[in-house]
C-alpha cells in the first residue's frame, strides 16, 4: 500500500468517526403540539396575546388531544384578530356584544352552522378561563348566545345498496377493510389505526384504547363475515408491518381509504346517493337496532359519552312507531273515524 493510500484511508476514517459524533452529539429534537402552537401564537399580533399563551398551557395539562389544541388555537385566534379589527387591544374591555358580533362575523363567511357553534363553544372555554383569573367580568356569561344546529338523521346504506357494493368487492385487502367498518361501527380514523396487537382473532375482539373523538376507549366484536375477511387478509399482509392496513410508509391515510370506497360506489353506480364512508357506521348502528339490541348498548360499542348521540339512529329506525302509524291509518282508510275520503 502506497504512502497516498495510507493517508487518504486516515481522512476518510477521520470524516466517518466526524460525521458519527456531531449526529450523537445534535438529537433529533421533537417539537410538542403545544410547543407548535405556541410558537405559531409568538408569531401574532393580537390583543392578550400572554393570556392565549397561558390558556394553552392550561388546555396542555388537561392531556387534551392535540386535535382538540389546534380547535381551540382556531377559535380564540380567530376572535382575537377579529376583536383587534375593532379597535380592541384590553381583554379587560370584552363585551357580549363583542362576542355577538364574532359570530355575525363567522356566519358572513359562510361556515356551517356547526362549524361556528364548535368555535363559539371554544370561545366560551376560553372566557370562562378569563374570567377564573379574573381578567374579565363573569357578568359577560350571564347571557350566552346559542346557535340552533339542524339535527339530521344519520345517513344509512340501504341493505340492497349494501348487497351491491360488499359484491363488487374483490381486492382482499378492501374487502377486510369495508366489513370491519360495517360490522363494527368504528370510525374510519380508528380502523386505520389499529394494529396488530389491537386485534383478538381468538375471541373475536378489537380493542380500541383510545376513541378518536372523545378518547373513550372501548371493545367491539367482529361477526362471521367480518371475522372471515379479517383472517385472509392476516393471512396475506405483509407479517413485517405494524398497521393492520397499511401503506408505503405506515397505515393508510384518511384520503386513499375514502378513494376506495369511492372506487366501488362507482362501480356499482352508487356515486350519486350521497353515501360517504361514515355511512358504514351509520348502517352497522342502524341495522343493530333494527335487530333488536338495547340503546344502552348499541352506547358504547358506538363510543358515545352521551345517549343522545345514539338516540338520533333510534329515529331513524324506530319500528313501534312506524307499525303504531299504519295501524292507525287502516283505522282511519276503513271509517272508523271521520277521515275517510
Known sequence: MTQASTVLRAIISEIAALRFHNAADSPVVVVSPIDRILNKIATLDIPGKEHFESYIRHKGRMNLKPSTLEGSYHA?????????????SQLQDLASSDIEAFVEHEQDRVLKVTTVRTRLHSLWAFIRYLIDQDIVDARILKRKIKLSVPEFLPRAIAPEDIRKLLGAIKETRDRALI???LRTGMRI??????????????DRKIHIYEGEKNCLGRVVYLSDDALMALKIWIGKRDKTKDYLFYGLKRGICYTSARNIFIRYLGETGLQHKGYTIHSLRHTFASELLNAGMRLECLQVLMGHREMEMTRRYARLTDKSREEEYFRAMEIIEQGGIDGAY
Open 76 to 88: 380564540v385566534s380567530s376572535f382575537l384578530a377579529f376583536y383587534a379589527s375593532m379597535g380592541k
Open 179 to 181: 366489513l370491519v367498518l
Open 189 to 202: 380514523g380508528e380502523v386505520l389505526g389499529l394494529k396488530m396487537m389491537d386485534i383478538d382473532i381468538h
